[in-house]
């Protein structure tokens, strides 16, 4: 029953094992702690307009969610072993031929693999807001007020979840390396982006048919605070679907918008005045 195990050469897996531990941690250390960096220490006063709330998260918060987080990477690096081994046992459909499906194949699985993870994020998340199972997605919600480290501030088992998603991609469709490589990528980069909770994008856009689409940090913050809606990761469609969008999202959207430029007005005025 076991017989698989012996194929795996354990000399070689151990290793990679821990080579990949310790990089998911200290790829996790450098992107949140350098977003955090830029947006609330170097950049903190002349940023501050972009906020999404005009508050900041406590250093307990921050504490707690680099601890979990740890944990997090841990998981992740366990499954990503996984994928690793069930490719050497030639039972997933990774290719790495770049031409064997070509070009347009290759991208298409990219936009494939952020859909379906959208749909999949969806759904479970969700599912972990039902009452029985709110308890494991609870830590996610300790954090009102985001910051990039609440980006994979996970219950061990909602992380599980969370990254069940790669294993079934590699089993579903055909995928390259590097459009896995890709998507994690732009995973990681949209979580950090949703949680810092400051608002770059421009006014008007979440009103716009087609940009509106588009998950937004605003978005994401309301469901941090109101619990009960935008359960969406990287679009806004699946919330507008099925009723489930903050009714005042894109008014909210548009006062974070009005605020910033009334403070960046207001900021501006006085150095006027002192020129003239
Ligand atoms: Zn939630
Ligand atoms: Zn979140």
Redo the contacts with the bound molecule.
Sequence with gaps: MYDFLSRVEWAVVIPIYIILILTAQIRYGLMAGLVYFVSSIWKREAWFRFRVYQTYAKKAQIKSEIKWSLVTGVIFSTMEMGVIVCNYLGITQIYTDFSEYGIFYFIFSVIAMIVLHDAYFYWTHRLLHWKPLYKIHKI??D?VV?TAF??F?FHPIEAVVQFSILPILMFLFPVHWLSITLFLFYMVIF?LS??NSYEFYPKGMVRNKVFGQLSTPTH?SL??KRVNCNYGLYFTYWDRLFGTLHPEYEEIFESVKDRAEEIKLSMDQPQKEAMS
């Design positions: 996610h919600h954090s985001t609440t980006s501030n979580n949703v949680h994401h469901h941090h």
